[in-house]
């Protein structure tokens, strides 16, 4: 069965940095197309961030120039480095495929204060 373990969040002040990872079993990252999604508080999920297989990237306009994605496919991992954090940045970060297929992780928490 397909898990994906997010990691690397925490409590960081604005303007600061945080990486994340999404460690994926099985066969995952063999889908095309993997993201990075966040939910804030009060609010739906949202797409922040995907990468293609070949390593084509695109991001929401909210994190464009500050958030970067990456993909280590022989590691079955996914990337988030996040800088310049805002506290509109705060929320639980998921990854999952660009569908948002696979059974959801349990996110990492991210919380970014003024």
């Known amino acids: 069965q397909v898990q994906l373990v997010e990691s690397g969040g925490g409590l960081v002040q604005a303007g600061g940095s945080l990486s994340l990872s999404c460690a994926g079993s099985?066969?995952?990252?063999?889908?095309?197309?993997m993201g990075w999604y966040r939910q804030a508080p009060g609010k739906q999920r949202e797409l922040v961030a995907i990468i293609t297989r070949g390593g084509n990237t695109n991001y929401a306009n909210s994190v464009k120039g500050r958030f970067t994605i990456s993909r280590d496919n022989a590691k079955n991992t996914l990337y988030l480095e996040m800088n310049s954090l805002v506290p509109e940045d705060t929320g639980v970060y998921y990854c999952?495929?660009?569908?948002?297929?696979?059974?959801w992780g349990q996110g990492t928490q991210v919380t970014v204060s003024s």
């Open positions: 099985g066969s995952i990252f063999s889908f095309p197309t």
């Open positions: 999952n495929t660009y569908s948002g297929g696979f059974p």
